[in-house]
C-alpha cells in the first residue's frame, strides 16, 4: 500500500485521552480491554501486541516481529489522578500535561532531547486545532523504528517510507511548524486540515473521514507512535478521539492549491456485539488487504 510521505512529521500525537466511557483527559477505560493484537497476511497469523493491564490502567505493550521476538515494550506512568503522563520506550518518552483538566501539551524526548512538541488549542470545550514543531534531528538519530513507527504492522512498503521520510528530512531547516485543524460531526472527526508555516511551497494536506456507530476500543488510548491516532498515515486504523471505527479515508495533498496526490482507504469488520475483533483494511483500486484481529 501506498504510504503518506507528507505530513508524516508532523505526526498527530494527539493523545486526546478521552475515557470510551467518560469524557475524561488522560484516562484511558474501555469497555473491553485489548489483551492481544494479531496480523494476519498470506493466511498466517501472528501476534504483533500483547497489552498488561493492572486493574484499568494499560501498563505496557509489548511488541513482536513475524518471528516472535520482541522488538520493543512501551511503558505507561500516571499521575494520583491516574493520568497518563508519561509513555517510555528505552530512551524514548512522551510527556503529557493538563490544565483545567484537559490536555495542555504533549512533548517527545529522544535520549533527554527534545524533538517534538505539540500544543492543544480549544474552541467551546473541543479540541480543534494542533500546533506541532518537529525538531531537526531525525536525521542525526537515525532511529528506523521512530521513522517508520508502522513497520511491524505493514511489513511491505518499510524500507521506502523510511527513505522517504530521511528525504524529507533533508529539506528541513532547524524546524518544521505545522498546523492541524479539526473539523468535528458529532463524537467523530471528519475533517482534518494540516499545512506548514513559512512554508513557501503552500504544501497542505486534507483528510476526510466516516466512522461505524460501533464501539472503538482505542478510544483514549495514547500511543508512543502518534501516527496511530487519527489517521495521518494513509492505513492507520487506530482513530483515538473518535467513538466510531474508521470505515473511510480519504486523502488529498495540494501544493499552491494543485492536487498532486490523492487516495481512499477502505476499512470493514467483524464485531463481537459492538466491538471489532476482525478488521480489514485496503486501498480502493487495489487488490491487496490486510488483516488485523483483537483479542480482549
Same mark, same amino acid.
Given at each position: 500500500m501506498k504510504k503518506v510521505l507528507v505530513f508524516s512529521l508532523c505526526a498527530l500525537l494527539c493523545a486526546a485521552l478521552i475515557s470510551c466511557e467518560?469524557?475524561?483527559?488522560?484516562?484511558?477505560?474501555?469497555?473491553?480491554?485489548?489483551?492481544?493484537?494479531?496480523?494476519?497476511?498470506?493466511?498466517?497469523?501472528?501476534?504483533?501486541?500483547?497489552? !498488561?493491564?493492572? *486493574?484499568?490502567? #494499560?501498563?505496557?505493550?509489548? &511488541?513482536? !516481529?513475524?518471528? *516472535?521476538?520482541? #522488538?520493543?515494550?512501551?511503558? &505507561?506512568s500516571y499521575d494520583k489522578n491516574n493520568r497518563i503522563v508519561r509513555i517510555q520506550e528505552g530512551s524514548?518518552?512522551?510527556?503529557?500535561?493538563?490544565?483545567?483538566?484537559?490536555?495542555?501539551?504533549?512533548k517527545y524526548f529522544w535520549a533527554n532531547t527534545l524533538e517534538e512538541s505539540y500544543d492543544f488549542i480549544y474552541e467551546n470545550n473541543k479540541l480543534s486545532k494542533i500546533e506541532c514543531v518537529s525538531y531537526n534531528s531525525y536525521g542525526s538519530n537515525k532511529n528506523q523504528k521512530r521513522l517508520n513507527p508502522l513497520a511491524?504492522?505493514?511489513?511491505q512498503g518499510g524500507d521506502g517510507l523510511t527513505k522517504a521520510v530521511e528525504k524529507l528530512n533533508t529539506k528541513q531547516k532547524g524546524e518544521d511548524r505545522i498546523i492541524l485543524e479539526l473539523t468535528?460531526?458529532?463524537?467523530?472527526?471528519?475533517?482534518?486540515h494540516g499545512y506548514y508555516i513559512?512554508?513557501?511551497s503552500g504544501e497542505t494536506m486534507d483528510a476526510y473521514f466516516t466512522y461505524d456507530n460501533k464501539i472503538n476500543p482505542f478510544?483514549?488510548?495514547?500511543?508512543?507512535?502518534?501516527?496511530d491516532v487519527i489517521g495521518v498515515w494513509d492505513d492507520s486504523y487506530r482513530n483515538t478521539f473518535n467513538y466510531g471505527n474508521m470505515l473511510t479515508s480519504s486523502y488529498i495533498y495540494k501544493e499552491e492549491g494543485?492536487?498532486?496526490?490523492?487516495?481512499?482507504?477502505?476499512?470493514?469488520?467483524?464485531?463481537?456485539?459492538?466491538?471489532?475483533?476482525?478488521?480489514?483494511?485496503?486501498?480502493?483500486?487495489?487488490n491487496d488487504y490486510e488483516f488485523l484481529l483483537l483479542e480482549y
Open positions: 467518560k469524557e475524561n483527559d488522560g484516562k484511558y477505560n474501555p469497555g473491553k480491554k485489548i489483551k492481544k493484537i494479531y496480523y494476519e497476511f498470506g493466511g498466517q497469523k501472528f501476534l504483533m501486541q500483547d497489552w !498488561n493491564w493492572k *486493574g484499568n490502567l #494499560l501498563t505496557s505493550i509489548d &511488541y513482536y !516481529n513475524f518471528n *516472535g521476538v520482541t #522488538l520493543s515494550t512501551e511503558n &505507561y524514548e518518552n512522551l510527556d503529557f500535561s493538563y490544565e483545567n483538566g484537559k490536555i495542555k501539551s504533549a511491524a504492522l505493514m511489513p468535528w460531526e458529532g463524537k467523530n472527526i471528519s475533517h482534518i513559512g512554508d513557501e478510544k483514549g488510548w495514547s500511543p508512543m507512535w502518534y501516527d494543485v492536487e498532486y496526490d490523492h487516495f481512499n482507504m477502505i476499512f470493514s469488520y467483524e464485531y463481537d456485539g459492538k466491538y471489532p475483533v476482525k478488521m480489514t483494511i485496503s486501498e480502493e483500486g487495489e
